[in-house]
């Protein structure tokens, strides 16, 4: 029998579990890939976040920027309900009512005429990177199995093992080999250095154009105006991973736009439904995405209604709330209120719109501390790599939000320099 009656007299429900258990669970049963802070989240809305006990946290990582919207925003909340009940998953092996709609939104929002949707960010940097090793052999004429991209130190785009292969993190690839040939690896910024390396098997050059997990990292000015140049004369594409940077975080909608160096394609995800599904895409105009014929390349999930509706609500409200702008706006808030963070442990403070990376000096393994400091304080944040505390709240957050934050921070620098 399939389903069993309910009993007569029904087991008694077990306590609800605490956090203490809660973590124990995780630890017991869960693979040991994360090392979290320790707090255990229940519910969120808009900035904040509440963890099991009823206390209140302003989300200052929202989720590695895939919830630049806010958490559980209304309007793709109601998107994802309204979809779930309707119409989830046809697969591509049938149209669905919402894809075309995405593609068509996404392209007017980034400007490039075609769209291939994925789910998740290293999903859809793959896709890049094989749009653009196929661009090479099909269209620039290189030989077969002779294509090159140019990468650079401190990247971060994925876990899959093609994406580590370019990877110069010693623990993402630790173990993990045999890697990908074909790619090269330069210093991250450093345009002459791109303009030496390319040679006729070039087919792309492949780039956050602020590096989120390096630590805010931002290349110097022209810096994307001059690699876009050298690809223009040298016939090699400039891919850019807007994976964390796109999509308002900048406060520009795209990280490129501060230096209008457009791109030959570009890879999102993240924000790109606004935290509640998995969606991500590349897209590009038609003479490269034009590489891909039916069969060629594919997702079982990649466009399906539900992630579709909810990327189409997570674009409006990106464009009708003006989060890019505010991004901005907040963003030299928060800068003007840590310009006089004068203390001897900040090596440097950088800032592009709601993304801040404030680096500790000396760089060993404090970041972490002062995340620890400013949980106890009401203020998530993570560490990255173990010297810089990155700060990036939901695009929505408004003036008093970015001033309690700035207290917390004066707070936590104060107690333990
Ligand atoms: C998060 C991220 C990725 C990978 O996205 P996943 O969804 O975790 O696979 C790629 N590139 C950048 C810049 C990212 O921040």
Known sequence: MLHSPAPA?????????????LVALEDRYGAHNYHPLDVVL????????WDLDGNRYLDCLAAYSAVNQGHNHPRIVAALVE??????LTSRAFHNDQLGPFCQELSELTGFRRVLPMNTGAEAVETALKAVRKWGYKVKGVPEGQAEILCFSGNFSGRTISIISFSDEPQYRDGFGPFTPGFRILPYGDAAAVEAAITPNTVAVFMEPIQGEAGVVIPPPGTLSRIREICDEQEVLLIFDEIQSGLGRTGRMFAWQHENARPDGMVLGKALSGGL????????????MDVFHPGDHGSTFGGNPLGAAVARAAIRVLVDEGLAENAALMGERFAAGLADLKQPSIAAIRQRGLW???????????????AEALKARGLLCKETHIHTIRIAPPLTIQPAEVDWALEQLHAVFEQLD
Do not use: H, K
């Open 356 to 370: 801040i990376g404030i680096e500790l000096w000396p760089p060993v393994g404090g970041a972490r501390t002062y």
């Open 9 to 21: 007299s029904p087991t008694p429900r077990p306590a609800a579990l605490n956090a203490r258990d």
């Open 277 to 288: 599904y998995p969606v991500s895409a590349f897209v590009a105009d038609d003479a490269l």
């Open 83 to 88: 979809q779930a009940g309707r119409l989830a």
């Open 42 to 49: 229940t519910r969120a809305q808009g900035c904040w976040v």
